[in-house]
């Protein structure tokens, strides 16, 4: 049962669902379901949410929500965003608490990473 008053789940726009797919499948390790060509929904391990086909872009410079994922390792996802077609929108950066950097994934979509460490 969801969880009263918590975020449930997000969904990001992709113009090609496959390369989506297989980009946080292989760098987050994150599953998915197709539900119709235009449309799949992913498991993150503790998160539901989905992509749809559209060829529009989430990004901060468009006002968007800045979705952030947690790393225990930043370097390491970061080159993992990189050897999978993801592109570094702002390099790794220390602020109160721990660090992070921005990235697009190959659809455009951009995301953050922080770590603690």
Known sequence: M?????????ELPARDL????TFYHEVFGWQFVDYGPEYCAFNDGRLDG???????????ANGSVLVVLYADDLEAALARVRAHGGTIVRD?????????????????NELAVWSAH
């Open 92 to 108: 790794i950066f220390s602020f109160p608490g721990g660090r992070r950097f921005q990235f697009a994934d190959p659809n455009g």
């Open 18 to 21: 496959e390369q989506v797919k």
């Open 50 to 60: 989905g992509f749809y086909q559209a060829d529009r872009q989430a990004s901060t």
């Open 2 to 10: 969801p969880a009263d008053r918590k975020i449930d789940y997000i």
